[in-house]
Structures are given as C-alpha cells and as structure tokens.
C-alpha cells in the first residue's frame, strides 16, 4: 500500500492522467512543498507546463475554516477575511497577516523567483499534492485557484482519508487518487517509505532549470 517515494506516487499518477498529454489546455500545479515531486513527474510524462501553488494560513476565522493567503501561478490571492483585515484599522492581526504576506512573497521569490505569472482562465489545471488527511490546505488551494476561472480542476492525489473523500469530490470535477486506505489514515508521510519533502531552495532549482529547458 505505500509508494516508495513521492515520485513514485507522481509516475503512477501520470498513468492514470494520460488522457490528458500535451494538451496545450492544461496546466500542472503543484502544493509546495510535498506536491513538487509528484507534479513534477506528471508534467513530464505527460509533456505538460508545470507551476507551483503556494499557501500561508493567515486569519483564524473559526473551527470550521481558516482563511489564508494563496499563490497561484505568481497570482496571489486572498480569502475575504484576510483581504478585510487588511482593510481594517492597524490592529495586531493586521501587522501579523502583512507579516505573513511577506513571508509568503518571500517563499514565492524562493520557489518561482522572477518568473511572471501565469494566466490559467479557461485551462483546466491539475491540481498535485502527496496526500489529504483533513483538506483544509487543498481546499484553501482550490478556493482560490477558482477565482482565477479555471475550465476544470482535477485533483490528483498520491492518498487520502475517507474522511476527506466526499468533500475531495464536492470542491473539484474531478479526482484521481492512488490510494484511499481505510481505517485510520494517520499522517500523510506514513504512506511512503521514504518521504523526501524538498526544500524551498530545491524547488527553486528545479524550477528554475524547467524553464530554462523550456525557452
């Protein structure tokens, strides 16, 4: 039940999303940081664009909920409750979400460097992460790619809960995930035998030598 690594979750990924190879329509995105590998060998199986989605949580809004700011693409976008803290009088959770939006422009800096945004309306985007156990990180992603107006979102997953299947399948058109173990599904690293998560100045590095063979 366990992949070896997180490319391998990505390769077998790629087989199930072949259907899709080098359509010009269709984008790769992947969470940074544990969805790199996998995205990484789906874009080039497949001969697909790769970028990167970056996320900070940024207002605690409820139990429920946690609102955040989100890079897709080089486009960031911010949950109404953030954008309305900034908005608001200079409070400390105002001083503390610009703290984290710098934080994450940074990490955006890191991650994509100067590269200019990329417009996804109307491509349908692959959305890659190594796991699900709650979702609040993927749907906080898909929020806000959403609001970008994407054709379809298509999630594709190394594994997630059970828990989490039926809101998977409510927030995307579609999902594609390698395994859904039941009983308890425990932390996403436990479904790999070595979990390699790359650090932000790898990804930089990998990025930046994907555009450059790209040019």
């Known amino acids: 039940m366990r992949f070896s690594d997180l490319a391998a979750a990505g390769r077998g990924l790629a087989e199930e999303l072949r259907p899709f190879r080098g359509r010009e329509d269709v984008i790769v995105l992947a969470l940074v940081r544990g969805g790199v590998p996998a995205a990484n ?7 697909l664009s790769l970028d990167l989605v970056l996320r900070r949580t940024a207002v605690h809004v409820g139990p429920m909920h946690i609102a955040a700011a989100v890079n897709v693409a080089g486009t960031l976008v911010l ?4 954008q309305a803290v ?3 009088p200079e409070t400390p959770n105002r001083l503390n979400v610009i703290d984290l939006l710098a934080s994450l422009e940074a990490r955006v800096q890191t991650c994509r460097g100067d590269r200019a945004p990329v417009s996804i309306a109307g491509k349908t985007v692959i959305l890659v992460d190594n796991g699900v156990r709650t979702g609040d990180t993927i ?3 898909v929020r806000a790619i959403r609001t970008l107006s994407p054709a379809r979102i298509v999630l594709a997953l190394g594994a997630a809960s059970q828990e989490s299947r039926e809101m998977l399948h409510t927030i995307a058109d579609e999902v594609v995930c390698l395994r859904w173990p039941e009983g308890v599904f425990g932390n996403v690293a436990l479904w790999y035998q070595r979990f390699d998560v790359p650090t932000e100045e790898t990804i930089g590095a990998l990025f930046e030598e994907i555009q450059r063979v790209a040019v």
């Open 41 to 47: 060998e789906i874009a080039r199986e497949l001969d």
């Open 79 to 82: 949950d109404e409750e953030v």
């Open 86 to 88: 900034l908005d608001g």
């Open 139 to 141: 749907q906080s992603a």
